[in-house]
């Protein structure tokens, strides 16, 4: 939701990015293009937080 089109973006210290980054490729999960994705994320999270309320409600009255 909030516009990021993968819908799942992870955060944390630069030891653990580089964690679940091999974790990923361990799980055969590579992905192109990240940059792209992370500056969509990125934009949701700083534009679009106001619209997260609106975004629950959404996802709750889809999952009904």
């Not at 909030?2 to 992905?31: H, N, Y």
Request: net charge positive; no cysteine.
């Amino acid at each position: 939701g909030l516009g990021a089109p993968v819908g799942t973006m992870l955060g944390g210290s630069k030891d653990f990015i580089q964690g679940a980054v091999r974790a990923r490729k361990v799980l055969g999960g590579g992905m192109r293009q990240l940059g792209v994705l992370a500056a969509a994320g990125k934009i949701a999270l700083s534009d679009m937080i106001g619209r997260l309320e609106e975004d629950h409600r959404n996802a709750r009255s889809f999952a009904q």
